[in-house]
């Protein structure tokens, strides 16, 4: 499972490729190294007024249980498993209820050599394209989400 992610498309490019109309918050600039707890731009619809809206908004990468008792379990809480994400406690209610879309454009896989230090990989697809991750979202006070990974990887 990765820590680190790559999103460097602009919100205008995010807004454009997931035909996104409008954007709530103040999305973070386009960034190499994403890591939990750092605000991450998402992409959820909503009902309103009878029509299907879908918006950009802003979240915290990492999910926060409205029974947790502090937000930082959410930087342990970055990836599901979409095979047992229906399973978990944690994540049960923000997949059946809140479901978005992570944009993101590459992971970080760490490897172990032989010798010396540890280096990561960069597992992304050709011509930097961007790819939609699914995601679910708390509904706290504090917007945020993990990123669900179907086993074997994308």
Known sequence: MC???????????????????????SPPGPSWNVA?????????ERLDEGTLDRRLLVARWGLVPSWAKDTKIGSKMINARSETILEKPS????????RAILPAEGYYEWQKPR???????ICSRRKSRCWASPACTSSGPIRSCPRTIPNGGY
């Open 3 to 25: 820590g680190r992610y790559v999103m460097s498309k602009a919100t205008s490019d995010l807004l454009s490729h997931f035909e996104a109309k409008e954007v709530d918050g």
């Open 36 to 44: 939990p707890t750092q605000n991450v731009p998402i992409v959820a």
């Open 91 to 98: 994540f049960r209610s923000a997949a059946v209820k809140r």
């Open 115 to 121: 010798t010396g230090r540890r280096s990561r990989t």
